[in-house]
């Protein structure tokens, strides 16, 4: 009786201890609703607010975003997916009027001026006492001068140009010096090749039907420096169907590229010279690859940020001074720590080297510098070390 008498009561514990379970899960999953709602509203807004705000600086960095893609050649989509058509739109043709605005930009027929020092970049009395702290590198003299730090995994030298960039290797007999360029948001390599006839284009082995790296066409030539060129058609096998137009010792390899886009060349003079792509060939012309931006004509800057080249990328630019001595610039990009460079700061890069002519090249995955037998740059794929199969590629012998 006694425990029969307490059956009601319990029963009566039991549905309210329910029914509080039942209201504390509802209240618990109406709070996660209300949460989820909230951080979808938040980001309609954010989203809303990026995109089609007028506002700097959100503005640029929604161009950023599209200029980006867009310079991709397998990522396009990224802009159009995320983004109206018409901003998107806009964005593009404020892009192609920039490539237009370089029409007409070309270098005038340039003087030399004596050749430098391979040795010219560095402070004297400081290459003398890193050179007595390592003789070894002069044992042979310093016509033989020979140190080679450059590659991935090795810590360059306790050496550094006049204007501050670390010195990786250098290389006396053949005229080379290479440098460690680090900004803030991207890192990469500048050569300093200092016999322009020794630069040259060079084709890959069974151009038309596929590519090589950078690092088999340079051992193709007998090549100590190897830098992209041309762009290719990623639709057709890797490095086949080259883009724009190309000539490799004096042969042309497909065709000019359209209105807007510049061509770089080199000359029987040994110079190179930026001139409109859709053109013939200089009749002196030996070498050459079209791409864009112009980045430096005749001494002067023809990219700003103004200008729509505002795209963070991996990047590989060619250039010279007025002593003759070629610029091949390779910048990483799409890593933590190496997010790329824009046109303009890699113009600024090279402007500040001395350069007087030079011009971007093919970027992106296609990015890589190879020296003396290893890739002295990372690929923006790392699953790539060796770089994309290639088309054609700069040489230095």
Same mark, same amino acid.
């Given at each position: ?31 996660? #609703?209300?949460?989820?709602?909230? #951080? ?41 997916? #995320? ?245 091949? #610039? ?68």
């Amino acid at each position: 009786m006694g425990d029969g008498s307490c059956l009601p009561h319990t029963s009566s514990v039991s549905k309210a201890d329910s029914f509080s379970s039942r209201r504390s899960h509802g209240v618990r999953s109406l709070k996660v #609703l209300v949460l989820c709602l909230s #951080l979808l509203l938040i980001l309609e807004c954010t989203y809303c607010l990026a995109v089609f705000t007028d506002l700097t600086p959100l503005s640029e960095l929604r161009d950023l975003y599209i200029e980006t893609a867009l310079g991709t050649m397998n990522h396009k989509w990224l802009a159009t997916a #995320l983004i109206p058509g018409d901003i998107v739109q806009t964005v593009y043709e404020e892009m192609e009027a920039a490539r237009k605005a370089q029409i007409g930009q070309n270098s005038s027929d340039w003087e030399l001026e004596s050749a430098g020092s391979i040795f010219s970049e560095l402070d004297e009395a400081e290459l003398r006492a890193w050179a007595e702290a390592h003789p070894e590198t002069i044992e042979n003299g310093w016509d033989d001068f020979y140190v080679n730090q450059a590659g991935l995994n090795d810590a360059g030298l306790e050496l550094y140009t006049k204007l501050g960039d670390q010195v990786l290797a250098i290389d006396a007999a053949n005229g080379l010096l290479v440098v460690r360029i680090r900004e803030e948001k991207f890192r990469g390599v500048l050569v300093f090749a200092k016999d322009p006839s020794r630069l040259s284009c060079a084709a890959a082995e069974q151009w038309g039907v596929a590519g090589q790296t950078a690092g088999e066409i340079a051992a193709n030539h007998g090549a100590l420096v190897a830098l992209t060129a041309s762009g290719f058609n990623d639709s057709a096998p890797e490095g086949a169907e080259q883009t724009g137009a190309a000539m490799c010792g004096g042969r042309v390899y497909g065709s000019h590229l359209r209105e807007g886009y510049k061509r770089l060349e080199k000359r029987s003079d040994n110079k190179l010279y930026v001139v409109d792509a859709p053109g013939e060939f200089h009749p002196d012309c030996t070498d050459a690859a079209e791409w864009t931006p112009a980045l430096i004509v005749d001494g002067e800057v023809v990219v700003t940020k103004e200008d729509h080249y505002n795209a963070r990328n991996p990047r590989s630019c060619l250039g010279q001074r007025a002593d003759g001595t070629v610029l091949m #610039l390779c910048i990483e990009g799409r890593y933590f720590d190496s997010l790329g460079a824009t046109a303009p700061e890699c113009a600024e890069i090279l402007a500040r080297y001395g350069a007087v002519q030079a011009m971007n090249l093919d970027g992106g995955t296609s990015a890589i510098l190879w020296y003396q037998g290893e890739y002295i740059t990372r690929c923006s794929d790392p699953d790539r070390p060796e770089g994309r199969l290639l088309p054609n590629a700069w040489i230095y012998k």
